[in-house]
């Protein structure tokens, strides 16, 4: 029955598309944040940040109608640091994953130029016959002064993802950080 669903209704893993672009990018070297934050980065031409662009909406549920555009932001270099710890001495048991994304200032101020930098891109004229508007759920949140409510307030994963992902920083002290981390 699945299956025929899965046909039916072009419901399955190849009904989503996959990104068609990705953008690499650094915000500006002069930005505020570096005055009390290093660069968390790898050196001077390693990218902090990620835009992937792709045909379609990852909203759950989507609108009724409606042909949509996304840009999906991702923080490269992040300083916010989770854990996992043990629930029970019970293998069956789930473990505890906090993985406290957008904790750290550094990525709340990435994310907060991520989406000032998909706003400048979705607004040059190339697309202007082909995005008319911004998702009714998100144009309030595009001016300067609810973007911070907007990066305290995100969904940091798709809503069908088991456990988060991310990228961990490969410099010692994190990899002796996590060697040193109970499992």
């Known amino acids: ?6 046909d039916v ?9 996959a990104p068609t672009h990705l953008g690499y990018m650094r915000p500006p070297e002069n930005a505020s944040v570096f005055k ?17 662009f792709n045909n379609g909406a990852w909203l759950r549920p989507l609108p009724l109608t409606g042909n949509f555009f996304s840009a999906t932001t991702i923080v490269v270099t992040p300083m916010s640091r989770g854990s ?6 019970n293998r069956r048991d789930q473990p505890l994953i906090d993985p406290a994304l957008l ?4 990525d709340r101020f990435a994310f907060r130029e991520l989406f000032r930098l998909a706003r400048k891109f979705v607004a040059s004229p190339t697309w ?8 009714t759920g998100l144009s309030h949140q595009w001016t300067s002064t609810t ?4 990066t305290n307030t995100s969904k940091v994963r798709p809503p069908w993802a088991s456990t988060p992902s991310g990228r961990r920083r490969c410099q010692p002290e994190a990899r002796a950080e996590a060697s040193q981390t109970p499992i």
Request: zero cysteines; proline letters at 7%; glycine letters at 4%.
């Open 103 to 106: 904790m750290h200032d550094f």
């Open 128 to 135: 202007k016959d082909y995005i008319l508007d911004i998702y």
């Open 9 to 17: 209704n072009k419901s399955g893993p190849l009904a989503v598309s």
């Open 36 to 52: 009390t934050i290093s660069d968390p980065s790898a050196g001077p031409n390693t990218r902090r940040v990620e835009l992937s």
């Open 84 to 89: 996992i710890s043990l629930k029970t001495s």
């Open 147 to 150: 973007t911070p409510n907007l």
């Open 1 to 6: 029955m699945a299956k025929i669903l899965e």
